[in-house]
């Protein structure tokens, strides 16, 4: 073996190690107690018992407390977030439930598919201005329930 081919292999080894900056992949660590994936933030901080163990599995076991974890969502705060959600989206699920039924079988029926076909296109219109002008409001009440 020549020192040329060793000088050689030493920036290909090096080059394996290093991240490439386009790769979007990351590697998240694994909650030892409920084996989930999460981002490094959502896990508490410690050694010994309170390693690699996330924020929720932290508070159920005992090894944090709610107050300690300002990551962790209660049920309460993930029910209203959920229910923030529901109420943003429903008009446009409303939508294209109603543009589908119209679509499959609301054609046939003759003075309802009228009737149906001008709601769902006035609710067309409406749906999108509404769901614009709300934005501010979302935002403002999602940053009061988020911890």
């Not at 933030?41 to 300002?70: K, M, W």
């Not at 993930?78 to 054609?107: C, K």
């Amino acid at each position: 073996m020549t020192p040329s081919m060793t000088t050689e292999l030493v920036p290909k080894t090096a080059a394996l190690k290093d991240n490439h900056p386009l790769v979007g992949t990351s590697v998240m660590p694994v909650c030892r107690m409920c084996k989930q994936n999460y981002p490094q933030a959502q896990f508490i901080t410690g050694n010994g018992p309170r390693y690699q163990v996330c924020s929720r599995c932290g508070v159920e076991h005992g090894l944090a407390d709610p107050e300690d974890t300002p990551q962790f969502y209660s049920d309460e705060i993930l029910n209203a977030r959920l229910s923030l959600y529901t109420r943003r989206h429903l008009p446009w699920v409303s939508v294209l439930i109603g543009w589908f039924l119209f679509l499959s079988i609301g054609r046939g029926i003759e003075l309802w598919s009228g009737l149906f076909f001008g709601v769902l296109a006035l609710s067309s219109l409406i749906v999108p201005v509404l769901h614009f002008m709300g934005t501010t409001r979302f935002i403002a009440e999602l940053s009061r329930i988020t911890p």
